[in-house]
Nanobody, 118 residues
Framework: QVQLQESGGGLVQAGGSLRLSCSASGRTFSTYVMGWFRQAPGKEREFVAAARRGVPNTYADSVKGRFTISRDYVKNTVSLQMNTLKPDDTAVYYC????????????WGQGTQVTVSS
């Protein structure tokens, strides 16, 4: 059974940092795109960042220069380092995976709450 499990969320003051991790099990995702999404209260889920082997990482404009996505292909994990956090970054953050060439993300984690206080 394929599972994605996020960890690392929490409460932080504006300007602070958090590091989210996502551990994948049930299959190897080395040939998959792995990404992070977020959903704030009352808003639609939005793309945050994605990474795949051999190409530059991609980021939403709102997080460029502040967030960094990274993958450990041996450990089958993906992380999101979030710096200079803002109250607008408050959301539930989800880890997801999709096959290269397919736009729909096939696998999703349960999400982890990130709350940034002003």
């Amino acid at each position: 059974q394929v599972q994605l499990q996020e960890s690392g969320g929490g409460l932080v003051q504006a300007g602070g940092s958090l590091r989210l991790s996502c551990s994948a099990s049930g299959r190897t995702f080395s040939t998959y795109v792995m990404g992070w999404f977020r959903q704030a209260p009352g808003k639609e889920r939005e793309f945050v960042a994605a990474a795949r082997r051999g190409v530059p990482n991609t980021y939403a404009d709102s997080v460029k220069g502040r967030f960094t996505i990274s993958r450990d292909y041996v450990k089958n994990t993906v992380s999101l380092q979030m710096n200079t956090l803002k109250p607008d970054d408050t959301a539930v953050y989800y880890c997801a995976a999709r096959q290269i060439g397919i736009s729909r993300y096939e696998y999703w984690g349960q999400g982890t709450q990130v709350t940034v206080s002003s």
